[in-house]
């Protein structure tokens, strides 16, 4: 199994443009999700997907970020505008069932820094 | 709100030493699991090992092994025999019924060969 796939691996930007974070998890997980990581913050769950459904998406920043998973195989991340406090890396992962039953799986994450 | 507590920024250990690295939480449930992940240089975030609340026996995975105290909401990670490839973020994690997974902080430990 490949694993986590996360696309780009690096993007640079400039303030006020628009960046998709893209994601494939692992083939046969239901659940799907997307952090942030800074060293200010830490490790923060943005929102996360069940059967391609978003169930919790109460870590999104703003209105500027949107999450979407049109099937089971793939999600974005789009943040419009984009500003440099987005700058971190957006890690993805899945999991094969929820309910505490099973260990997410990450991506090996893209570092985002906006000018 | 469950919260996890990583009491310790970073942690020197010698090569072939073993090192324990702590983690406290707190939560109202029963029933969660418990993670320590490892993030090296690359970014990379790898599971080191997980513990089922609801089992008393500590779980094991080669040289890694936790020492979970329920009652206490202790959790906490022993590495044996360290090797400079254990030269890491290790961060532990709390999962409750409502799927989400709580990081700490993180514990940067440095190998000294």
């Known amino acids: 199994d490949a694993g986590v796939i996360q696309s780009p691996r690096h993007e640079v930007t400039e303030m006020g443009q628009e960046v998709t974070l893209r994601c494939k998890p692992i083939?046969?997980?239901?659940?799907l999700f997307w952090y942030r990581q800074t060293m200010m913050r830490g490790l923060e769950l943005l929102i996360y997907?069940?059967?391609?459904?978003?169930?919790?998406d109460s870590g999104m920043p703003e209105d500027r970020f949107s999450a979407k998973m049109p099937n089971a195989s793939f999600s974005t991340l789009k943040i419009q505008p984009s500003e440099p406090r987005d700058s971190a890396v957006y890690f993805c992962?899945?999991?094969?069932?929820?309910?505490?039953?099973?260990?997410?799986?990450f991506g090996p994450g893209t570092r985002l820094t906006v000018l | 709100a469950q919260t996890v507590t990583q009491s310790q920024p970073e942690m020197s250990v010698q090569e072939a030493e073993t090192v324990t690295l702590s983690c406290t939480y707190d939560t109202s449930e029963s029933d969660y699991y418990l993670f320590w992940y490892k993030q090296p240089p690359s970014r990379q975030m790898i599971l080191v090992i997980r513990q089922e609340a609801y089992k008393q026996q500590n779980a094991t995975e080669n040289r890694f092994s936790v020492n979970f105290q329920k009652a206490a909401k202790s959790f906490s990670l022993k590495i044996s025999d360290s090797q400079l490839g254990d030269a890491a973020m290790y961060f532990c994690a709390y999962r409750g019924r409502d799927d989400k997974i709580i990081f700490g902080k993180g514990t940067r430990l440095h190998i000294l060969p």
């Open positions: 083939s046969g997980h239901d659940y």
């Open positions: 992962a899945s999991s094969l069932a929820g309910l505490t039953t099973d260990t997410q799986y």
């Open positions: 997907f069940n059967n391609n459904v978003p169930i919790d």
